[in-house]
């Protein structure tokens, strides 16, 4: 699904990541860990294609199973074709808001406020903004509510908070679990999810990691989940764990990886 | 009506003397409006009044009698140069409400100009005026409050932001307060600035293209304007202040 070969990128005119190679399969959660300031953010922005973060080398591929385009009514048979092809971008070619259209998602570190303008009709634009990219007709007010309510529901957040304006006055843990209703509304393909389990209390991580499985555990999708802690991978079990330091990944393993550097610290186990 | 003014004339020093010369002659004199004891009246300038030569003005001379109301909404925007003046004289425990969008790109020069004098004890104003400028648009507010010795208890506020969507653009932002009385609450709040990248870049990562980002964030940026409006007046009003939004980003 995501292909990341020898990435490197400068954060204005610092290289912070030094040649990063990942390859994420359907069906598959990743967890990445590593020391603060290492370039876990970085590499979600990078891969999210904010501004100012510029890729120097190495390339990223994004392949998603899409609905066929019928090239001829006449000879398209549909009992020979499943209706979906496999389709590969550059992603490093694509804009931000292409990106999401495409099927990634990201989960903010530090989720960003937005005055004045309310999560509902935030998430309706999106949504419908990414719903024309891929030819697909908008969701009307009814259709959407509907779902909105259905994914405050999963994450237990009050509907009376998505009417307020995005993120404007929400606490830490609610600006996280308000990340994981947009995931839930938006329905990515790839959820790259940093730090999402910080600031969260203990019953809303366990709400947090329910709704991440339940929303992206399936065979179509896959997540990248960056975290500094244990407790969140014991709710969403990752099949792989890297350990990322100075921009690079030094160390790939299974969950056993995790609970290693728990007990010994990066230093002991990435060396 | 009286000479033309110069750049010395403090209320008149962003405007466009060059040209107001040609159709100073054609400026009519203020419109006199009284709100009588008790009452609440409401107006809106979705379009200001075109005298020519690129020139539009609107005149107010508003008196809110004792315990009165009125609420004034105003766009300023699509003229060359275009400008507001609003004289407001309030009178006991009267309020005075005023929402004001000034929306203008290319070389154009829009004002809000306000003259608010709190006459007696015990009234309140309060003026939210929005500006969005790209290009080497000039958008200006000056607000002058005056309050006299008998005025106690008055409470006169002010909100000025101004968002520009090009470094070109400028914002003159001017408040002057002359105040005789002690009991007083004056506050004034003035700020510019640019469209929150992080924020554009969150809603992209969200899947919004950069046009509908920007949009609703103006949007709501100037919608501080109008909420004191009714819903009918303030869907008119910013409906017609979107729509120019849209030209203009
Ligand atoms: N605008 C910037 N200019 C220069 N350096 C930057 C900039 N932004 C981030 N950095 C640097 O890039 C490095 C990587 O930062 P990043 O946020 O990716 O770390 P992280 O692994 O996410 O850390 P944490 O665990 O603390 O969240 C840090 O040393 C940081 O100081
Ligand atoms: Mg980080």
Redesign the interface.
Known sequence: MLKIENLQANVGVTQILNGLSLTINAGEIHAIMGPNGAGKSTLAYTL????NYEVTDGSVSFTTSVRAEPVDAQTDDPSTSSGRTDQTLDLLDM???E???AGI??G?QY???????SNL???R???N??RK?RGEDPLSGAEFIKLAKEKAGLLKMDMEMLKR?VNVGFSGGEKKRNEMV?MGI?DPKLAILDETDSGLDIDALRIVGDGINSIMRKPDKAVLLITHYQRLLDLVKPDFVHVLANGKIVKTGGPELALELEEHGYEAVAA | MNALPTKGDEAWRYADLKLLADVWQDVPSPEQITVKAGESMARQICEIPVIGNGVAMADLDIVIEDGATFTLHVLAAAVQYGRINIKTTLGKGSHFELGGAILGNGDQSLEIVTETIHAKPEATSNQVVRSVLGGKATGTFMGKVHVARDAQRTDAAQSVKSMLLDRSATANSKPELEIFADDVLCAHGATVGEL????L??????????E??KR??L???I??AFVSAADDVREAIEGKALTILEALS
Do not use: N
């Open positions: 999210g294609g904010r501004p804009d931000p808001h990106r999401a259209a998602f990201l903010f989720p960003v406020e937005i005055p004045g303008v009709q935030f998430l634009e999106s949504l903004a990414q990219v304006a947009q938006i | 929150d990248k992080e924020a870049f969150y809603m992209a990562s969200r899947g919004l293209d950069p509908t980002a609703l964030m949007q709501a940026f919608g501080d």
